[in-house]
Nanobody
Framework: QLQLVESGGGLVQAGGSLRLFCAAS????????MGWFRQAPGKEREFVAG????????YYADSVKGRFAISRDNAKSTVYLQMNRLKPEDTADYYC?????????????????WGRGTQVTVSS
């Protein structure tokens, strides 16, 4: 069993930065790929960023490439999402997710564990 808890969301002006945290409990964190997804009101959940188990492969949605950075610390069972140059269209609930295996995936259906989300609001 794996539990994920996100934190770090909040209200920020356009152009600002936020760092999201996802703390995992469970012994299998280090062997799992991790992902960040987001869901804006009235829209479907979408992939934002993913990282493989060893942190030597990362993937990003085109909409965040060059602005967001995903990283992980297996010793702390934590995954991070650094978000820079935020835009109003980045406003959403952000969710952390864990895969059952070590390779990154971009489809939500390939992730078996989810956190409850943290809200990010970017004002213009």
């Amino acid at each position: 069993q794996l539990q994920l808890v996100e934190s770090g969301g909040g209200l920020v002006q356009a152009g600002g930065s936020l760092r999201l945290f996802c703390a995992a409990s469970g012994r299998t964190f280090s062997s799992r790929a991790m992902g960040w997804f987001r869901q804006a009101p009235g829209k479907e959940r979408e992939f934002v960023a993913g990282i493989n188990w060893s942190a030597d492969a990362t993937y990003y949605a085109d909409s965040v490439k060059g602005r967001f950075a995903i990283s992980r610390d297996n010793a702390k069972s934590t995954v991070y999402l650094q978000m820079n140059r935020l835009k109003p269209e980045d406003t959403a609930d952000y969710y952390c997710a864990a895969r059952p295996t070590g390779g990154v995936a971009i489809l939500a259906k390939n992730y078996g564990y989810w956190g409850r989300g943290t809200q990010v609001t970017v004002s213009s």
